[in-house]
Structure formats: C-alpha cells, structure tokens
C-alpha cells in the first residue's frame, strides 16, 4: 500500500471518528436527563419509587382484580377462574346446566363448594376420558342391548360389546351426530341378528 493510500484512510478514518463524537451533540437530550447524568451521586428516593412502580402497574393493569381479603377468598377466585375457563364452558357448565335445567351460574356454585381445587382441576381431563365410555353406556341403554343380550341371549356379550364399540367410535372420535349413528347401529343390529 502506497504512502497516499495510508494518509487517506487516515483522513477517513479520522472523519468517522470526529463524526462518532458530535452524535451526542446532534441528540436532543432533556435537561432532567441531563442533570441525572451529571450527578449520579444523587440517592433515590424509594418511597417514591415503589409509588410511581405501583401508578404504573395500575395504570397498565387490565382488568386486574383487587388483592384478596383472606385465604379463603383467594381460593374461592382461583376456583372460579377454572370453571369460567373457555373449556370448561364449553365442555361442562353450559351442556350440563341445560341438561339440569339450571343456570350456569347454579351449577359453578354447586361445583365450587362440592369439590377441592384439585378436585376441579382434574375433572375437566377426566370428563374428556369419560366420553367414550359414557357414551356407550348410552348406545347401550337406547339400543335395548341389556335386554337383547342379557336377558333374551340373542347375543354374546362379545358381539354386543362389538356393536356398542363400532357405534361409539362413530360418534366420539369420528364425531358423527349422535341420533344418526345410532339409527345406523340399529340397523345393523337388525341385519345382525337376522343372519343367524
């Protein structure tokens, strides 16, 4: 590299550099920051730190519920927050409020003082296991298959359990409409129990 070469870089780097030191002088700082700058020494007032921290979190706060009186209502508003949830609404309190004929308010009531937290917190998985084999108690109950097969012996239990199986997995996992898989299932029954 020639000697030019070198000064000129020189000179460009020398340019940023000077460039780099008037930025602070280009930016418009306030004068309180200014000051806080200059004299760091300053010690900060705490109470008043923790009142404008609290300003602040109550000026963000959406919807922030108040600080609870007692244990007892911190507990009861932990288990409100599980039975208002999405699912729960959607999957327990309002199918089983009308099947109840009560309101949905009624039944979280109910659910809220007949069962712990932890009670409540896994009974939403445990309804979500429950379909299965509760729908099937159903399909056999309306298809009359206690009477078919246990008292009239026209099937094994083998073949009911078979029939009951084919039509719950209709209903639960391929989420057919209930009433249609179960006509469906009575034919079948019928054509079934015909062939032998």
């Known amino acids: ?14 340019e940023k550099l000077q460039t780099s030191d008037e930025l602070p002088e280009q930016i418009n700082i306030s004068p309180d920051l200014e000051e806080d700058q200059k004299d760091k020494s300053v010690p900060v007032n705490e109470e008043y730190a923790l009142e404008m921290e609290e300003e602040f979190r109550r000026e963000i706060a959406v919807d922030k519920e108040e600080e609870a009186a007692n244990q007892k209502e911190l507990y009861q508003r932990m288990k409100r ?9 959607e999957d327990i309190i309002i199918p089983f409020s009308v099947e109840l004929k009560i309101t949905t308010d009624e039944l979280e009531e ?21 379909k299965y084999r509760c729908t099937m108690e159903r ?12 008292v009239m012996n026209l099937l094994t239990d083998d073949e009911a359990e078979e029939i009951k199986n084919s039509i719950t997995s ?20 019928v054509e079934y129990l015909k062939r032998k």
């Open 81 to 89: 927050r599980i039975v208002q949830s999405f699912k729960w609404q």
């Open 170 to 189: 209709k209903i639960v996992n391929q989420h057919e409409k209930y009433e249609d898989a179960l006509e469906e299932g009575r034919k079948e029954l």
């Open 139 to 150: 399909v056999h109950s309306d298809l009359k298959l206690c009477w078919i097969a246990d």
């Open 110 to 130: 109910i659910l809220m003082k007949r069962l712990d937290m932890s009670s409540l917190e896994a009974l939403h998985p445990r309804f979500e296991s429950s």
């Open 1 to 14: 590299m020639s000697n030019e070469e070198k000064n000129r870089k020189e000179a460009e780097n020398q």
